[in-house]
């Protein structure tokens, strides 16, 4: 009764963001892929992303039942409220439904879970899957059944089509696996189904390597991920190993917490479950699995992850590619409180709660950021309302990367679209009359530092003469202020520059094309 009424109000949160919002570029990068005329263009489309191709392929069938953000994001709602409740039932199974419940609060209300079961991204397919493999690897294990262990193969097939990160899961829970089943001997059905899910698994990455990372090369795949995650792999000449292990390992757990001193203090409390598990005479659970074993299902996925990140071949820390981790570091931590509970329900419960209300009610920010208040739909509404009343279709407007993608989407009006994320050089659109000028996926969004070259790059692209009119649009992710606050407030060559501005993060402002920049 009381996990379904859990389940159920994590449903509501969910859905409720979900319909508030208007899309991220990640978002309508997917939907693009997406919405394409044929599954073959579907098919090419999903080549460029840097992500395997099932959301894109599910997406290309949803959209048949509208392109709102609402009906669009459905499926992540609906896959992470189900998360919810499997992982319920597999923390049970492992620890008692008390240490479940527990569990099952925090998967339910953390920030940074719901905003991810609330976008169209693949975290909550990933998610969705990973946690029904370990599902029914336990109950296989513990049924000595190959149907069950069946399931598990598939669910872990699914996950390695949703992210790459799946493919850390795998290793983590082969070695686990192999451990249970030299221990317990199931039978040479169970064994061999769970042989040929290996199989499986290992011809799913041959694929995905040759048909998608391959075509990227380890560069340009590896590239955007240095942007804002080059803290995440370990550099000899500026990190010690100790350090690196430790600060990754509590920035994982701030971000999976939304809080930097919550999660920091959860790090220390999962520590703490990990040697609780390891002192027990006899774990707590209603599968056979001994205490050594259950501390290595949940800290060799860490492990793994961290070392990937010691060889520069994965992050590791506080970011969402790494979120499956957020399956055992909740399992850990919901275990642990409810043992320094004194294995009161009740006082576990409180706890959770007031952890969880605290990481929503201070929730430390990331970067790249927007707040919710400036990502509202009425925003992007006021914003295209400006453009079709404003800005003449002769003149042009001049956009970064992500703004292209969001404008591509809304503007086009959903008509489908194509943008090379990875090829150098301009991207023109044409939307209901309106050229649209995008940036490459080199220059994100704008920043003084990169708008500058930018734009004497476009006015030169486009043949503009001088007086022609550019409208410059910024919308989405910030690392930093607008850029138009940014060159009105630090040059002085846009001092009269009049932005129009809805929210903090949708700015428009006019350029004439031989406006004077400042010398660099």
Same mark, same amino acid.
């Given at each position: 009764?009381?996990?379904?009424?859990?389940?159920?109000?994590? =449903?509501?949160?969910?859905?409720?963001?979900?319909?508030?919002?208007?899309?991220?570029?990640?978002? %309508?990068?997917?939907?693009?892929?997406?919405?394409?005329?044929?599954?073959?263009?579907?098919?090419? %489309?999903?080549?460029?992303?840097?992500?395997?191709?099932?959301?894109?392929?599910?997406?290309?069938?949803?959209?048949?039942?509208?392109?709102?953000?609402?009906?669009?994001?459905?499926?992540?709602?609906?896959?992470?409220?189900?998360?919810?409740?499997?992982?319920?039932?597999?923390?049970?199974?492992?620890?008692?439904?008390?240490?479940?419940?527990?569990?099952?609060?925090?998967?339910?209300?953390?920030?940074?879970?719901?905003?991810?079961?609330?976008?169209?991204?693949?975290?909550?397919?990933?998610?969705?899957?990973?946690?029904?493999?370990?599902?029914?690897?336990?109950?296989?294990?513990?049924?000595?059944?190959?149907?069950?262990?069946?399931?598990?193969?598939?669910?872990?097939?699914?996950?390695?089509?949703?992210?790459?990160?799946?493919?850390?899961?795998?290793?983590?829970?082969?070695?686990?696996?192999?451990?249970?089943?030299?221990?317990?001997?199931?039978?040479?059905?169970?064994?061999?189904?769970?042989?040929?899910?290996?199989?499986?698994?290992?011809?799913?990455?041959?694929?995905?390597?040759?048909?998608?990372?391959?075509? =990227?090369?380890?560069?340009?795949?590896?590239?955007?991920?240095?942007?804002?995650?080059?803290?995440?792999?370990?550099?000899?000449?500026?990190?010690?190993?100790?350090?690196?292990?430790?600060?990754?390992?509590?920035?994982?757990?701030?971000?999976?917490?939304?809080?930097?001193?919550?999660?920091?203090?959860?790090?220390?409390?999962?520590? %703490?479950?990990?040697?609780?598990?390891?002192?027990?005479?006899?774990?707590?659970?209603?599968?056979?699995?001994?205490?050594?074993?259950?501390?290595?299902?949940?800290?060799?996925?860490?492990?793994?992850?961290?070392?990937?990140?010691?060889?520069?071949?994965?992050?590791?820390?506080?970011?969402?590619?790494?979120?499956?981790?957020?399956?055992?570091?909740?399992?850990?931590?919901?275990?642990?409180?409810?043992?320094?509970?004194?294995?009161?329900?009740?006082?576990?419960?409180?706890?959770?709660?007031?952890?969880?209300?605290?990481?929503?009610?201070?929730?430390?920010?990331?970067?790249?950021?927007?707040?919710?208040?400036?990502?509202?739909?009425?925003?992007?509404?006021?914003?295209?309302?400006?453009?079709?009343?404003?800005?003449?279709?002769?003149?042009?407007?001049?956009?970064?990367?992500?703004?292209?993608?969001?404008?591509?989407?809304?503007?086009?009006?959903?008509?489908?679209?194509?943008?090379?994320?990875?090829?150098?050089?301009?991207?023109?659109?044409?939307?209901?009359?309106?050229?649209?000028?995008?940036?490459?996926?080199?220059?994100?969004?704008?920043?003084?530092?990169?708008?500058?070259?930018?734009?004497?790059?476009?006015?030169?692209?486009?043949?503009?003469?001088?007086?022609?009119?550019?409208?410059?649009?910024?919308?989405?992710?910030?690392?930093?202020?607008?850029?138009?606050?940014?060159?009105?407030?630090?040059?002085?060559?846009?001092?009269?520059?009049?932005?129009?501005?809805?929210?903090?993060?949708?700015?428009?402002?006019?350029?004439? %094309?031989?406006?004077?920049?400042?010398?660099?």
């Amino acid at each position: 009764m009381a996990a379904g009424l859990i389940v159920t109000a994590a =449903f509501l949160v969910r859905l409720k963001l979900a319909s508030e919002t208007f899309l991220n570029a990640d978002e %309508a990068l997917h939907f693009m892929a997406a919405n394409q005329s044929s599954w073959k263009l579907t098919y090419q %489309a999903s080549l460029t992303l840097s992500h395997p191709p099932l959301l894109v392929f599910l997406l290309h069938v949803w959209r048949g039942f509208g392109t709102s953000e609402i009906i669009l994001r459905l499926p992540s709602v609906l896959a992470g409220t189900a998360f919810c409740l499997v992982f319920f039932r597999w923390l049970s199974d492992l620890f008692g439904s008390q240490t479940g419940l527990i569990g099952l609060m925090f998967a339910g209300f953390l920030p940074p879970i719901i905003a991810l079961s609330a976008e169209i991204r693949q975290y909550s397919l990933l998610l969705l899957f990973a946690i029904c493999t370990l599902y029914f690897l336990e109950r296989a294990l513990a049924r000595n059944s190959a149907r069950e262990m069946l399931l598990s193969s598939i669910c872990l097939w699914l996950a390695m089509l949703s992210h790459y990160s799946a493919v850390l899961l795998a290793a983590a829970l082969g070695i686990y696996a192999l451990l249970r089943m030299f221990r317990q001997r199931p039978s040479r059905a169970v064994t061999g189904v769970w042989a040929a899910g290996q199989i499986g698994a290992l011809f799913i990455c041959f694929i995905l390597y040759f048909t998608y990372i391959a075509a =990227f090369g380890r560069s340009a795949f590896h590239g955007w991920m240095d942007v804002y995650l080059h803290n995440s792999y370990f550099d000899p000449s500026r990190h010690n190993a100790l350090v690196f292990v430790v600060t990754r390992s509590a920035s994982l757990f701030q971000y999976v917490l939304g809080d930097n001193v919550i999660g920091t203090l959860m790090l220390l409390v999962f520590i %703490a479950g990990i040697v609780m598990v390891l002192r027990d005479r006899e774990p707590e659970t209603l599968v056979r699995v001994s205490k050594g074993q259950l501390a290595i299902l949940l800290v060799l996925p860490f492990a793994i992850n961290c070392a990937l990140a010691f060889f520069d071949i994965y992050p590791y820390g506080g970011t969402r590619h790494c979120v499956f981790l957020a399956i055992f570091a909740i399992a850990g931590v919901s275990l642990a409180l409810y043992r320094m509970a004194g294995q009161r329900l009740w006082r576990g419960i409180g706890a959770a709660a007031l952890i969880i209300m605290i990481c929503n009610l201070l929730p430390s920010h990331r970067l790249p950021y927007i707040a919710r208040t400036d990502q509202q739909r009425g925003h992007m509404q006021q914003a295209l309302a400006f453009i079709r009343q404003q800005i003449p279709r002769s003149q042009i407007l001049f956009a970064d990367n992500q703004t292209s993608l969001l404008l591509g989407h809304y503007l086009c009006e959903q008509r489908p679209f194509f943008i090379n994320e990875w090829a150098q050089g301009f991207n023109t659109l044409q939307c209901n009359g309106y050229r649209i000028a995008g940036t490459d996926g080199r220059v994100f969004t704008f920043i003084p530092s990169n708008f500058f070259a930018s734009w004497s790059e476009m006015v030169h692209r486009y043949n503009l003469a001088p007086g022609d009119s550019v409208w410059v649009l910024q919308a989405g992710w910030l690392w930093e202020d607008p850029v138009a606050s940014q060159l009105k407030g630090k040059y002085s060559e846009f001092r009269d520059l009049d932005p129009h501005s809805f929210g903090r993060n949708i700015t428009i402002f006019r350029l004439a %094309a031989d406006h004077a920049m400042p010398a660099r």
